[in-house]
């Protein structure tokens, strides 16, 4: 059974950072694409940062370049997302979630495995 656990979430004010961890289990870690999203209040989810496991390339989305960093512990079949400078518009939830590509830029066109989610607040 595929599981994606989320961890690392709370409130911090803006300008801080948090690390998110994302514990996988049940598929074979270094054949996937694993990505972090967001859902805010009343708006569509969006793909924040991807990363292959396989060779470590990366996607970010613009809205958070240079500020966030995903990075990928294959010994521990976790990926985390370090995030910096963080602004009240970084509320939301994030969830984790897996797929199968070998490009993390395809993460963006949807992915088989989620997470539950964990919530971000951002006060400002």
């Known amino acids: 059974e595929v599981q994606l656990v989320e961890s690392g979430g709370g409130v911090v004010q803006a300008g801080g950072s948090l690390r998110l961890s994302c514990a996988a289990s049940g598929f074979t870690f270094d054949d996937y694409v694993i990505g972090w999203f967001r859902q805010a209040p009343g708006k569509e989810r969006e793909g924040v940062s991807c990363?292959?496991?396989?060779?470590?390339?990366?996607y970010y989305a613009d809205s958070v370049k240079g500020r966030f960093t995903i990075s990928s512990d294959n010994a521990k079949n976790t990926v985390y997302l370090q995030m910096n400078s963080l602004k009240p518009e970084d509320t939301a939830v994030y969830y984790c979630?897996?797929?199968?590509?070998?490009?993390?830029?395809?993460?963006?066109?949807?992915?088989?495995?989620w997470g539950k989610g964990i919530l971000v607040t951002i006060s400002s």
């Open positions: 979630a897996a797929d199968p590509y070998s490009d993390p830029m395809d993460c963006i066109y949807g992915m088989d495995y």
């Open positions: 990363i292959s496991s396989s060779d470590g390339s990366t």
